[in-house]
C-alpha cells in the first residue's frame, strides 16, 4: 500500500513538474515578442534618424526630420504593440478570416466580399492627394521594417496569437490602411438595421401603434408609412416568419441593432471659460475589445506637433489636438444606406428590373480558402442600386418575398472615396476654418467633428449626403422597390448642405448623438438618431455654469445621472408610490414597498455601488417586456434595450398609446397601473434568483460589469482570465458617462458598448490636456502596458499628453532611435 502511495505521489510530483516546464515555455516563447523600446537599429525605409520617446504610460512620441519619416515611425509602433490586432482587422476587411479560423467565420467574409470592401479601397488610393500617398506609403513602410525584423530575427512571431494561428503575415499596403477605414464604417452603420425591423414592425403592426414602438425623435417627422407588403404587391401571408432570427455569427463585423457608434463631444468658446480659453472635450463609443481600439500618440509633424488617438492601422490621428487646434468626432447617424428590392426576370434570375425594362446584374466569383477545408465560390452580383445581399445576412429574407432580392445602396462603396486625405488634412489644420475646408473630402462613415481653436468653436458634419428624391415612396425608413425611379439616390448633395453650427451665440456646441437639425425629406440627415436622453442632462450641465472649465468638462464626460430614470420612474410609478397595506417581510407586497422606498429616494444616479440603478433597469426591463410580448410575439426579442420615448408614450397615453397595457389575450382590462406592479414583482423575482440578499446590498456594478474582451482567445477557457480586462461600471445606457447594456444573455446588463477614449482640452493652457484609453496601449497580454491606462479609466482618470518633448523625456519608459541603413 505504501508504494502506491509512494508511486502516486511521484506520477503527481511528475505530472506538476511537467506543467511547470510547459508553462515556462510558453510563457518564454510568448515573451520573445515583447518589444524592446531602449534600442538603436538600422532600419531600411527612412531618410534620416527617426526617434521614438515612449513616455510612462507607454504613449510614443514621434519626431523626425521629414513627415514621411514620421509616419514611418507611426506604422512602426502600431505593428510593434498592435500587430495582431492589425492583421485582424485587415483579414476582416479583405473577407479572409476563414483562412484561419474555419467555417465558422465564412458568414463575416461573405458579407465583406459581397461588400467587394477591399477591391474599393486598393481603387480608392488613387485618388488620394500626394501629401496623403505619401504619408500611406511611408506607413506601410513602417509596419514591413517592423514585420523585416520578426521575420528575420525569431522575435517570438510579433504576437503571442500566431502560435495559435496560422503566422503567415503578408505585407502591409496603403490599402489596407483605407480599407481599415472602410471597416470603421461597416462597424458604424446602424441604418440597415433601422430599415429591417422597422419593415418587420409594420408587417406586424397597425400604423398607429408602429409610431408608439418606433417612434420619431420629438421635432418634426414623419411616422405614417406605406404598408410595406401593398408597396410591393405581396401579401402579407408571404411574410408570416418575422422572427426568426440568427445568433450573430463568429467575428461579425457590423452591429446590431443600438450597438453601432455612438459618442458624445461638446466644447466652449473662451467667453464661456473661466480661463479665457476655449474648452473642448470627447469620448467616442464603441464596443469594448481588449485592447481597445485606441492607441495613443504624438507625431511632430512639418506643420507642427499633434497628439491624440490613432487607430492601428491608419497613419491618421481620428482625434486629438495640436498647440492651437482640437477636434472631437461622434457618430452622426446620417442616414446614408438604404435597402431596395429588386424584382428579378422570371424567365433569367440574373436580371433584374429597373426603370428601363430589365438589365442584368453585373456578377463575379469571390473564393475564400477555409482552413482544412475545400474553398468556397460567391458570385459577387451588383445591381444599379449597389450589392446584392442574400436572404441570410442580416437575415434578410424574412422581408425579401419570392421572386425579388435585396441590394443596399451605401455612400461607403464607392472608389471614389477621399476620406483618408480629409482625415491627413485635418490632423494639419490649425484653424476651425481649416478644419471645416479639410472634411469636404470626407466620404464615410460620416461623422459629427466638434472642433476648437484657440477663439472659434464649430461643428460640422462631415461625410457624404445621398440626394433623394422627394417623391420617394419610404423616404429611406424601410426598403423600397429599387425598379421605381423616385425610389433611387440621384446623387449626393453638396457638402455645404450638410449642418455646420460656427462660433454659436451661446458660446457652446455639442453633440450626444441627439438630433441635430429639424430640416423635412428629402434635406432631412435621418428619421432615426442615437439620443433622446443624454442631451438633455448635457444641456442642463452646461447652462448650469455660466463659464467652464477643465474640470467641469471632466465632471460632465463622467456623470452618471440618468435623465431617464428621473423621467420615467414619476410616471410609471404614479400610484404604486407610498399606497398599499403594511406587509411581513418575506412577501412580495414587502419586497415592493421597500424597492419603491428606496427608488423614491433615488436620484437617478447609476453609480456601481448602489443598489437602486439595478432595480430600476430591471422594472423597466420587465415593464417592456410586459408592455409588448402580446402585441408583437416573439418579434419582441428584437426590443433588447430600453425604448424610453416608447414608455412615456404609453404612461402619458400619447395619441392612445395607453393600449399597449391592455394584455390582449385576457379577458379583463388591465391598466398601466396594473402592469408597472406585475413587472416589478416580475424585476425583484429575476434580482432574488441572480443576486440574492436583501435588496440594500445588491450592487448595479456587479451586474454593470465590462469586459474588455479579446475577439479570438476570449472565449477560450482558461485563457479568457488572461486576455479578458474585466471591470466594475457606473453609467448606463442614457447617462453621459454611457456604458451601453448588452440587452441580451443571462446578464442582460454588461456593459458592452462605451467611451474606449476621452480626452479634454484646455486651450488657455494646451499642455494641461488629459487623455485616456480604455485597457492599454500594448496588445500583448504578458506587458505591464496591456491595462495599465485602463485603471485609470476605470478610475474615471486620465493622463496628461503634452507637446513638451523634455517633459516626455523626463519620465520615459524607453526611447527607440532608428537610424537609415546604408
Same mark, same amino acid.
Given at each position: 500500500?505504501?508504494?502506491?502511495?509512494?508511486?502516486?505521489?511521484?506520477?503527481?510530483?511528475?505530472?506538476?513538474?511537467?506543467?511547470?516546464?510547459?508553462?515556462?515555455?510558453?510563457?518564454?516563447?510568448?515573451?520573445?515578442?515583447?518589444?524592446?523600446?531602449?534600442?538603436?537599429?538600422?532600419?531600411?525605409?527612412?531618410?534620416?534618424?527617426?526617434?521614438?520617446?515612449?513616455?510612462?504610460?507607454?504613449?510614443?512620441?514621434?519626431?523626425?526630420?521629414?513627415?514621411?519619416?514620421?509616419?514611418?515611425?507611426?506604422?512602426?509602433?502600431?505593428?510593434?504593440?498592435?500587430?495582431?490586432?492589425?492583421?485582424?482587422?485587415?483579414?476582416?476587411?479583405?473577407?479572409?478570416?476563414?483562412?484561419?479560423?474555419?467555417?465558422?467565420?465564412?458568414?463575416?467574409?461573405? +458579407?465583406?466580399? !459581397?461588400? #467587394? %470592401?477591399?477591391? *474599393?479601397?486598393? @481603387?480608392?488610393?488613387?485618388? /488620394?492627394?500626394?501629401?496623403?500617398? &505619401?504619408?500611406?506609403?511611408?506607413?506601410?513602410?513602417?509596419?514591413?521594417?517592423?514585420?523585416?525584423?520578426?521575420?528575420?530575427?525569431?522575435?517570438?512571431?510579433?504576437?503571442?496569437?500566431?502560435?495559435?494561428?496560422?503566422?503567415?503575415?503578408?505585407?502591409?499596403?496603403?490599402?489596407?490602411?483605407?480599407?481599415?477605414?472602410?471597416?470603421?464604417?461597416?462597424?458604424?452603420?446602424?441604418?440597415?438595421?433601422?430599415?429591417?425591423?422597422?419593415?418587420?414592425?409594420?408587417?406586424?403592426?397597425?400604423?398607429?401603434?408602429?409610431?408608439?414602438?418606433?417612434?420619431?425623435?420629438?421635432?418634426?417627422?414623419?411616422?405614417?408609412?406605406?404598408?410595406?407588403?401593398?408597396?410591393?404587391?405581396?401579401?402579407?401571408?408571404?411574410?408570416?416568419? +418575422?422572427?426568426? !432570427?440568427? #445568433? %450573430?455569427?463568429? *467575428?461579425?463585423? @457590423?452591429?446590431?441593432?443600438? /450597438?453601432?457608434?455612438?459618442?458624445? &463631444?461638446?466644447?466652449?468658446?473662451?467667453?464661456?471659460?473661466?480661463?479665457?480659453?476655449?474648452?473642448?472635450?470627447?469620448?467616442?463609443?464603441?464596443?469594448?475589445?481588449?485592447?481597445?481600439?485606441?492607441?495613443?500618440?504624438?507625431?511632430?509633424?512639418?506643420?507642427?506637433?499633434?497628439?491624440?488617438?490613432?487607430?492601428?492601422?491608419?497613419?491618421?490621428?481620428?482625434?486629438?489636438?495640436?498647440?492651437?487646434?482640437?477636434?472631437?468626432?461622434?457618430?452622426?447617424?446620417?442616414?446614408?444606406?438604404?435597402?431596395?428590392?429588386?424584382?428579378?426576370?422570371?424567365?433569367?434570375?440574373?436580371?433584374?428590373?429597373?426603370?428601363?425594362?430589365?438589365?442584368?446584374?453585373?456578377?463575379?466569383?469571390?473564393?475564400?480558402?477555409?482552413?482544412?477545408?475545400?474553398?468556397?465560390?460567391?458570385?459577387?452580383?451588383?445591381?444599379?442600386?449597389?450589392?446584392?445581399?442574400?436572404?441570410?445576412?442580416?437575415?434578410?429574407?424574412?422581408?425579401?418575398?419570392?421572386?425579388?432580392?435585396?441590394?443596399?445602396?451605401?455612400?461607403?462603396?464607392?472608389?471614389?472615396?477621399?476620406?483618408?486625405?480629409?482625415?491627413?488634412?485635418?490632423?494639419?489644420?490649425?484653424?476651425?476654418?481649416?478644419?471645416?475646408?479639410?472634411?469636404?473630402?470626407?466620404?464615410?462613415?460620416?461623422?459629427?467633428?466638434?472642433?476648437?481653436?484657440?477663439?472659434?468653436?464649430?461643428?460640422?458634419?462631415?461625410?457624404?449626403?445621398?440626394?433623394?428624391?422627394?417623391?420617394?415612396?419610404?423616404?429611406?425608413?424601410?426598403?423600397?422597390?429599387?425598379?421605381?425611379?423616385?425610389?433611387?439616390?440621384?446623387?449626393?448633395?453638396?457638402?455645404?448642405?450638410?449642418?455646420?453650427?460656427?462660433?454659436?451665440?451661446?458660446?457652446?456646441?455639442?453633440?450626444?448623438?441627439?438630433?441635430?437639425?429639424?430640416?423635412?425629406?428629402?434635406?432631412?440627415?435621418?428619421?432615426?438618431?442615437?439620443?433622446?436622453?443624454?442631451?438633455?442632462?448635457?444641456?442642463?450641465?452646461?447652462?448650469?455654469?455660466?463659464?467652464?472649465?477643465?474640470?467641469?468638462?471632466?465632471?460632465?464626460?463622467?456623470?452618471?445621472?440618468?435623465?431617464?430614470?428621473?423621467?420615467?420612474?414619476?410616471?410609471?410609478?404614479?400610484?404604486?408610490?407610498?399606497?398599499?397595506?403594511?406587509?411581513?417581510?418575506?412577501?412580495?407586497?414587502?419586497?415592493?414597498?421597500?424597492?419603491?422606498?428606496?427608488?423614491?429616494?433615488?436620484?437617478?444616479?447609476?453609480?456601481?455601488?448602489?443598489?437602486?440603478?439595478?432595480?430600476?433597469?430591471?422594472?423597466?426591463?420587465?415593464?417592456?417586456?410586459?408592455?409588448?410580448?402580446?402585441?408583437?410575439?416573439?418579434?419582441?426579442?428584437?426590443?433588447?434595450?430600453?425604448?424610453?420615448?416608447?414608455?412615456?408614450?404609453?404612461?402619458?397615453?400619447?395619441?392612445?398609446?395607453?393600449?399597449?397595457?391592455?394584455?390582449?389575450?385576457?379577458?379583463?382590462?388591465?391598466?398601466?397601473?396594473?402592469?408597472?406592479?406585475?413587472?416589478?414583482?416580475?424585476?425583484?423575482?429575476?434580482?432574488?434568483?441572480?443576486?440574492?440578499?436583501?435588496?440594500?446590498?445588491?450592487?448595479?456594478?456587479?451586474?454593470?460589469?465590462?469586459?474588455?474582451?479579446?475577439?479570438?482567445?476570449?472565449?477560450?477557457?482558461?485563457?479568457?482570465?488572461?486576455?479578458?480586462?474585466?471591470?466594475?461600471?457606473?453609467?448606463?445606457?442614457?447617462?453621459?458617462?454611457?456604458?451601453?447594456?448588452?440587452?441580451?444573455?443571462?446578464?442582460?446588463?454588461?456593459?458592452?458598448?462605451?467611451?474606449?477614449?476621452?480626452?479634454?482640452?484646455?486651450?488657455?493652457?494646451?499642455?494641461?490636456?488629459?487623455?485616456?484609453?480604455?485597457?492599454?496601449?500594448?496588445?500583448?497580454?504578458?506587458?505591464?502596458?496591456?491595462?495599465?491606462?485602463?485603471?485609470?479609466?476605470?478610475?474615471?482618470?486620465?493622463?496628461?499628453?503634452?507637446?513638451?518633448?523634455?517633459?516626455?523625456?523626463?519620465?520615459?519608459?524607453?526611447?527607440?532611435?532608428?537610424?537609415?541603413?546604408?
Amino acid at each position: 500500500m505504501g508504494k502506491v502511495v509512494l508511486w502516486m505521489i511521484r506520477i503527481v510530483a511528475g505530472l506538476m513538474v511537467l506543467a511547470g516546464l510547459v508553462m515556462t515555455l510558453v510563457y518564454y516563447l510568448a515573451a520573445q515578442s515583447l518589444p524592446d523600446y531602449n534600442v538603436t537599429r538600422q532600419t531600411a525605409g527612412i531618410t534620416a534618424p527617426v526617434e521614438i520617446v515612449r513616455n510612462n504610460a507607454n504613449i510614443p512620441h514621434i519626431f523626425a526630420q521629414n513627415d514621411a519619416d514620421v509616419f514611418f515611425g507611426l506604422g512602426y509602433v502600431h505593428a510593434q504593440d498592435r500587430l495582431w490586432q492589425m492583421m485582424m482587422m485587415r483579414r476582416t476587411a479583405q473577407g479572409r478570416l476563414s483562412e484561419v479560423f474555419g467555417r465558422r467565420t465564412l458568414q463575416a467574409d461573405e +458579407l465583406m466580399r !459581397r461588400l #467587394d %470592401l477591399y477591391t *474599393l479601397a486598393k @481603387a480608392a488610393v488613387e485618388v /488620394q492627394d500626394d501629401d496623403t500617398k &505619401a504619408a500611406l506609403k511611408a506607413y506601410s513602410s513602417g509596419v514591413n521594417a517592423y514585420l523585416s525584423r520578426v521575420n528575420s530575427e525569431a522575435l517570438g512571431r510579433g504576437a503571442p496569437e500566431f502560435f495559435l494561428f496560422p503566422n503567415d503575415v503578408s505585407p502591409w499596403q496603403p490599402a489596407d490602411s483605407i480599407a481599415i477605414l472602410k471597416l470603421l464604417g461597416v462597424q458604424l452603420a446602424g441604418q440597415l438595421e433601422e430599415e429591417l425591423l422597422r419593415a418587420r414592425v409594420t408587417l406586424a403592426l397597425p400604423e398607429d401603434r408602429v409610431k408608439d414602438i418606433l417612434p420619431d425623435i420629438p421635432g418634426t417627422g414623419v411616422a405614417a408609412l406605406p404598408d410595406y407588403a401593398a408597396l410591393l404587391d405581396v401579401p402579407k401571408t408571404r411574410f408570416a416568419n +418575422l422572427t426568426k !432570427r440568427q #445568433d %450573430l455569427p463568429d *467575428l461579425w463585423p @457590423a452591429p446590431r441593432r443600438g /450597438q453601432a457608434g455612438a459618442s458624445n &463631444a461638446w466644447a466652449a468658446s473662451a467667453k464661456r471659460s473661466a480661463a479665457g480659453g476655449t474648452l473642448l472635450a470627447n469620448d467616442p463609443h464603441l464596443g469594448f475589445t481588449a485592447p481597445s481600439i485606441w492607441y495613443l500618440a504624438r507625431l511632430e509633424l512639418s506643420t507642427g506637433g499633434v497628439i491624440g488617438g490613432t487607430i492601428p492601422g491608419m497613419p491618421a490621428m481620428m482625434v486629438g489636438r495640436s498647440d492651437s487646434f482640437g477636434w472631437g468626432v461622434t457618430s452622426s447617424y446620417l442616414d446614408d444606406q438604404d435597402l431596395h428590392v429588386e424584382k428579378l426576370n422570371p424567365d433569367n434570375p440574373n436580371e433584374v428590373q429597373t426603370p428601363e425594362g430589365f438589365k442584368p446584374l453585373i456578377k463575379r466569383g469571390s473564393i475564400v480558402q477555409i482552413k482544412d477545408e475545400a474553398p468556397v465560390t460567391f458570385d459577387l452580383q451588383w445591381s444599379e442600386n449597389g450589392p446584392i445581399l442574400p436572404g441570410h445576412l442580416f437575415d434578410l429574407g424574412i422581408i425579401t418575398p419570392p421572386g425579388h432580392a435585396m441590394s443596399l445602396n451605401w455612400t461607403l462603396l464607392t472608389k471614389e472615396d477621399r476620406s483618408m486625405s480629409a482625415a491627413i488634412r485635418l490632423l494639419r489644420s490649425k484653424t476651425v476654418m481649416e478644419g471645416i475646408a479639410a472634411g469636404s473630402d470626407y466620404v464615410a462613415p460620416s461623422l459629427t467633428l466638434t472642433m476648437a481653436d484657440q477663439e472659434n468653436i464649430a461643428m460640422k458634419v462631415i461625410g457624404a449626403m445621398p440626394k433623394r428624391d422627394a417623391q420617394h415612396q419610404t423616404r429611406g425608413r424601410i426598403p423600397s422597390p429599387g425598379w421605381v425611379v423616385e425610389n433611387r439616390w440621384q446623387g449626393i448633395l453638396s457638402y455645404s448642405a450638410n449642418p455646420e453650427f460656427v462660433q454659436p451665440t451661446g458660446g457652446i456646441v455639442g453633440n450626444t448623438n441627439n438630433k441635430l437639425v429639424d430640416r423635412p425629406f428629402p434635406n432631412h440627415m435621418s428619421y432615426d438618431w442615437g439620443d433622446s436622453q443624454r442631451v438633455q442632462r448635457w444641456s442642463r450641465l452646461m447652462q448650469a455654469r455660466e463659464v467652464h472649465t477643465r474640470d467641469s468638462f471632466i465632471e460632465a464626460q463622467l456623470d452618471s445621472v440618468s435623465v431617464t430614470a428621473r423621467t420615467l420612474l414619476p410616471l410609471v410609478g404614479a400610484d404604486l408610490w407610498f399606497t398599499g397595506d403594511a406587509a411581513p417581510d418575506g412577501t412580495p407586497e414587502r419586497a415592493r414597498q421597500r424597492a419603491l422606498e428606496l427608488l423614491a429616494n433615488w436620484n437617478g444616479e447609476m453609480n456601481e455601488h448602489m443598489p437602486e440603478p439595478l432595480i430600476y433597469s430591471a422594472w423597466l426591463r420587465a415593464l417592456q417586456t410586459r408592455l409588448i410580448r402580446d402585441e408583437l410575439g416573439p418579434l419582441a426579442g428584437e426590443f433588447t434595450q430600453i425604448e424610453p420615448i416608447f414608455i412615456e408614450r404609453v404612461y402619458r397615453d400619447v395619441e392612445g398609446a395607453g393600449i399597449w397595457c391592455d394584455v390582449i389575450q385576457s379577458a379583463p382590462k388591465e391598466t398601466c397601473t396594473d402592469i408597472a406592479r406585475v413587472a416589478l414583482d416580475d424585476a425583484l423575482l429575476w434580482l432574488d434568483e441572480n443576486a440574492g440578499g436583501k435588496q440594500e446590498s445588491l450592487r448595479w456594478g456587479d451586474f454593470h460589469e465590462v469586459t474588455h474582451k479579446h475577439p479570438v482567445l476570449g472565449d477560450i477557457p482558461f485563457l479568457s482570465w488572461f486576455v479578458n480586462i474585466r471591470q466594475s461600471t457606473s453609467g448606463g445606457d442614457n447617462t453621459l458617462m454611457r456604458g451601453r447594456t448588452a440587452g441580451t444573455g443571462n446578464n442582460p446588463y454588461r456593459n458592452v458598448h462605451g467611451a474606449g477614449y476621452r480626452g479634454v482640452y484646455d486651450f488657455a493652457d494646451p499642455n494641461s490636456s488629459l487623455f485616456v484609453i480604455s485597457t492599454g496601449q500594448s496588445g500583448h497580454p504578458l506587458s505591464r502596458h496591456y491595462d495599465d491606462l485602463g485603471e485609470l479609466w476605470r478610475r474615471g482618470e486620465y493622463t496628461p499628453m503634452s507637446l513638451d518633448p523634455a517633459l516626455a523625456r523626463a519620465a520615459s519608459v524607453g526611447v527607440t532611435q532608428l537610424v537609415p541603413k546604408n
